[in-house]
């Protein structure tokens, strides 16, 4: 039987060179002039599934950039596995505060430095090598599937479209994906639960147009006013939301999972250095955890109303508009939330103005099934592989793929992210670190025999 | 003596042709293209005073456009009037909501068509004229001193300056305006006070920078949420401003005041179209008259914070702000108001958020001074030449001149206005009726004679 950790050692360099071939390229997904350059990301890693024994490999045309697909299912008894990761990335602006160009790919003390290092070519270019040297010596125990899509970092604008219309090519038994972070350097980590997002836009209108606050002002009713009035409703002094009926369906936590994020090593300090606030807010009696992996919220994400620019403007706004989302957590429904939201908001507008309440949507919060045993072969191989007991966690926001597959697939998904918190995704000096490329390798090779 | 009516009928076309020369220029203020054509207004309007038998008649330059002035100084022991005006004019756009080209006067069912008609070259040139006609017949029993600028549309930026550096060239007894409106037509007005105004913005923050909803949201403040919650604090839910001492310094009417309100004719009917807002809306026990001519406002002019784009963003804003303006009445002194509101906004923000107030100032309501010989002279005049009772009214705006003229002059002003409501000033169409063009000059002209 091979051994992973000298096949892989042995092979280092070579891995290391395949992936700096992807980072090499600058697919930036949101940039009209960067679609040659996307779509060559798409060919080379096309390229590099089929180098690795992947089969069926092909670019699949969307309504924007193509998805990658290639499998393996060679593995009949055995599960099979969609593993999902995005060959797009952010643009790389503000140029000039990177220590070397971003896609110039360098390592500088363990670190592998460009744009995309982290998020996510490096993170899905490990779970291709590790098919790729599993099927190249014969010891691949599962089934494989990749869907390496171009447009995670414009909102995954077409993938849902293409899940749908290809149900069979993706049957699985469950997701994968390695595209978040570990909580610490060291101490691997399995992510089994995302909040859910619910949000409309709102509107209120108390005339037909801006007035002249010499001319009206005492005599009619201010849209800014009637705004400030109803959205201070929606939560109470202590930072609860007070819509009737929002907490209804939020399950308690159990003790264990109470114990297990209270034994999770992130402080309070540590939280608001990351946040850069001038201080924490939420609901009492929660840890900072609790209140951002396992409580739902109401935001404000804008409010703007009247003249906003310089100077003054003795104007009384007829207009009055607001973005809310909330995010949602397991057992939430997002339509009772919403209809919840939209019955205080009707309740409590000024009868001065007129509420109209725009696109409400959302998706629903994700739980991994507990028990389910790729989750524990997850978490034994993570083990094995950083020698440490894995974080088992969970992330305060939505991943839309996740829902996807959920939704449309019916499939759960295992959030295996090599990450680390301060990698600067999406800022400048992006980078990876080589001891979690590697580490994760070997946790990814030991997952699929522990899989099987 | 001439008889004024027979004169002012006999040179009726005369003095149309030298008003449509007037309004044939585009002296558009807020147009940097149209300097040339600012000037030559100023140019023009020096002509016609000197053509009146003004003397001293130049233009002075300010910082920006000049200011054309003239004067009349040949009855001494008689009072010395300064007689404000401007010669700019808003920009005409939209131009084809237009019947006939803003710049091409015409006349149309007894009104007179053109950018500037009513406001204000039409009235400024009935004082003109009325000045030359009196030169010239040798009957004019008062000191005239013309003041004319052009920069009205644009905020009199240079004026307080001129002013505060010419104090002996403009002194005088007291100061006339024909600038603004009648409540009605065939009903002469005398505008007896004015509101002042107080302002400031405020920032809240909460944090360096936004947040994401996901990662943070339920631990972190929102800057909106702060917002909303401090600046629902400065009204009740009957519309006072509950602001401590707020109204402190606000006079009671007195029931002359109260009689004479309730004498005019508009209806709340009226001021609702006017207004186009869906309800009428203030201080409980109040006539709309009183509310807007009385009483002090706190209005939010603007409130923006985080994401207000197109679309969603999950953002926890760390910044909010607002705009806010007072209307003031006599007697109440802007410093102390904002000192008022500053202490409020300071003692009901979220412990959660900094505030920061910037650019508070003020100017005071004005109140012309009752029983003043020119007051009783001007209600004389209106009666005579209207044949009616004139509307002694206010207005809840302010005029930063009259402010001027009372804080760097010592003067009260004295606002007879001869505009009509639906004139449209600043907007397509904007016209001056005939009928007041010719009336008001016969005020104006035994006003002369009843003010010596």
Same mark, same amino acid.
């Given at each position: 039987?091979?051994?992973?950790?000298?096949?892989?050692?042995?092979?280092?360099?070579?891995?290391?060179?395949?992936?700096?071939?992807?980072?090499?390229?600058?697919?930036?997904?949101?940039?009209?002039?960067?679609?040659?350059?996307?779509?060559?990301?798409?060919?080379?890693?096309?390229?590099?599934?089929?180098?690795?024994?992947?089969?069926?490999?092909?670019?699949?045309?969307?309504?924007?950039?193509?998805?990658?697909?290639?499998?393996?299912?060679?593995?009949?008894?055995?599960?099979?596995?969609?593993?999902?990761?995005?060959?797009?990335?952010?643009?790389?602006?503000?140029?000039?505060?990177?220590?070397?160009?971003?896609?110039?790919?360098?390592?500088?003390?363990?670190?592998?430095?460009?744009?995309? &290092?982290?998020?996510?070519?490096?993170?899905?270019?490990?779970?291709?090598?590790?098919?790729?040297?599993?099927?190249?010596?014969?010891?691949?125990?599962?089934?494989?599937?990749?869907?390496?899509?171009?447009?995670?970092?414009? +909102?995954?604008?077409?993938?849902?479209?293409?899940?749908?219309?290809?149900?069979?090519?993706?049957?699985?038994?469950?997701?994968?994906?390695?595209?978040?972070?570990?909580?610490?350097?060291?101490?691997?980590?399995?992510?089994?639960?995302?909040?859910?997002?619910?949000?409309?836009?709102?509107?209120?209108?108390? +005339?037909?147009?801006?007035?002249?606050?010499?001319?009206?002002?005492?005599?009619?009713?201010?849209?800014?006013?009637?705004?400030?009035?109803?959205?201070?409703?929606?939560?109470?002094?202590?930072?609860?939301?007070?819509?009737?009926?929002?907490?209804?369906?939020?399950?308690?936590?159990?003790?264990?999972?109470?114990?297990?994020?209270?034994?999770?090593?992130?402080?309070?300090?540590?939280?608001?250095?990351?946040?850069?606030?001038?201080?924490?807010?939420?609901?009492?009696?929660?840890?900072?955890?609790?209140?951002?992996?396992?409580?739902?919220?109401?935001?404000?994400?804008?409010?703007?109303?009247?003249?906003?620019?310089?100077?003054?403007?003795?104007?009384?706004?007829?207009?009055?508009?607001?973005?809310?989302?909330?995010?949602?957590?397991?057992?939430?429904?997002?339509?009772?939330?919403?209809?919840?939201?939209?019955?205080?908001?009707?309740?409590?507008?000024?009868?001065?103005?007129?509420?109209?309440?725009?696109?409400?949507?959302?998706?629903?919060?994700?739980?991994?099934?507990?028990?389910?045993?790729?989750?524990?072969?997850?978490?034994?191989?993570?083990?094995?592989?950083?020698?440490?007991?894995?974080?088992?966690?969970?992330?305060?926001?939505?991943?839309?793929?996740?829902?996807?597959?959920?939704?449309?697939?019916?499939?759960?998904?295992?959030?295996?992210?090599?990450?680390?918190?301060?990698?600067?995704?999406?800022?400048?000096?992006?980078?990876?670190?080589?001891?979690?490329?590697?580490?994760?390798?070997? &946790?990814?090779?030991?997952?699929?025999?522990?899989?099987?």
């Amino acid at each position: 039987m091979t051994d992973p950790r000298g096949y892989l050692a042995e092979h280092r360099a070579a891995h290391l060179d395949e992936l700096f071939q992807l980072l090499r390229i600058p697919s930036i997904s949101a940039v009209a002039e960067h679609r040659t350059d996307v779509r060559a990301a798409a060919q080379a890693f096309a390229d590099l599934l089929r180098r690795s024994g992947l089969e069926q490999v092909a670019l699949h045309e969307t309504a924007g950039h193509p998805v990658v697909y290639g499998e393996h299912l060679h593995s009949p008894g055995h599960p099979t596995v969609l593993i999902y990761g995005h060959y797009d990335v952010q643009p790389p602006e503000p140029l000039d505060l990177w220590h070397s160009p971003p896609f110039e790919p360098e390592v500088r003390d363990g670190k592998i430095y460009a744009r995309g &290092a982290t998020d996510d070519k490096g993170q899905i270019t490990m779970h291709v090598l590790v098919a790729g040297a599993m099927i190249q010596e014969g010891v691949l125990p599962v089934n494989l599937k990749f869907l390496i899509e171009g447009e995670e970092e414009v +909102g995954s604008l077409h993938l849902g479209d293409f899940v749908a219309s290809h149900k069979d090519l993706l049957a699985a038994d469950y997701v994968v994906i390695s595209d978040s972070t570990m909580l610490r350097p060291k101490v691997p980590a399995l992510c089994v639960g995302l909040r859910g997002l619910a949000g409309l836009e709102l509107r209120l209108r108390t +005339g037909q147009h801006d007035l002249h606050s010499g001319n009206f002002g005492g005599a009619v009713p201010n849209a800014a006013h009637a705004l400030v009035e109803l959205l201070a409703t929606l939560h109470d002094r202590e930072g609860r939301v007070a819509v009737e009926g929002f907490y209804d369906d939020v399950l308690d936590l159990t003790p264990a999972e109470k114990r297990g994020f209270a034994s999770l090593p992130l402080t309070d300090r540590e939280f608001l250095d990351q946040a850069g606030a001038y201080s924490l807010y939420g609901e009492a009696g929660r840890t900072t955890l609790e209140r951002v992996w396992t409580r739902p919220t109401l935001e404000l994400n804008g409010v703007w109303s009247g003249f906003t620019g310089e100077g003054r403007k003795t104007v009384i706004p007829c207009e009055a508009s607001a973005k809310i989302t909330c995010r949602l957590v397991p057992n939430q429904d997002p339509q009772k939330v919403l209809q919840a939201i939209t019955r205080h908001l009707r309740h409590h507008c000024p009868d001065v103005a007129q509420l109209e309440i725009m696109g409400p949507d959302g998706v629903p919060a994700f739980l991994a099934p507990p028990g389910h045993p790729a989750l524990r072969a997850a978490e034994q191989a993570l083990r094995e592989a950083y020698g440490h007991e894995p974080d088992v966690i969970r992330m305060g926001g939505s991943i839309p793929v996740v829902t996807d597959f959920q939704e449309i697939l019916g499939l759960p998904t295992l959030l295996m992210g090599f990450g680390l918190p301060d990698e600067n995704l999406h800022a400048p000096d992006e980078h990876f670190s080589l001891e979690n490329f590697s580490l994760g390798m070997l &946790a990814l090779w030991r997952f699929w025999q522990l899989a099987a």
